[in-house]
């Protein structure tokens, strides 16, 4: 009989096996509370991994249907807004690249966005309220999962 490691069994668990809280669409925000977790990842970062899972599912050969690539589905018209602000020159192609994607997504939040209001970050990679929705539900994973895993670490 195979064994499964533990760290697989406790994803599974916290992917399947909770009631996803309601997301309201409306403007009150109700974000998911990172208190006794985040010894490890800061709330921007964690936000960063749930549009990632969102958008690519962890993926930086993604390619979407509306020539959106890499793990955070950045399209042309992002990165000519990051050339605009920066001066720099990407390319469209550099959103295959895990660590250029970061750093598009950081540079053009920092310049848009510069308080790193979580709602705005959302809104600015893409304004559907069922995006919205994903993402949230997607940093209360992460969040659950990060809680796991610093446990198991303690």
Known sequence: MKSVPIIAILAWICVNCTTPM????ETEYHFPEPTKMID????WQALQLAIALTE????PDAEGTADDRG?????????????RI??????????????????MFALLQDYHNPEHDIDR????HNKSANYRRNVLDNLELIYRMERVRNALTK
């Open 121 to 124: 970050a959302i809104w600015l």
């Open 86 to 103: 920066t001066g720099e020159n990407y390319q469209p192609t550099d959103a295959f690249d895990i660590e250029k994607s970061l750093e």
């Open 40 to 43: 490890t990842l800061t709330q």
């Open 22 to 25: 309601p997301i309201p669409v």
């Open 56 to 59: 690519s599912r962890f993926n």
């Open 71 to 83: 793990i955070l589905q950045i399209r042309p018209i992002y990165v000519a807004e990051v050339n």
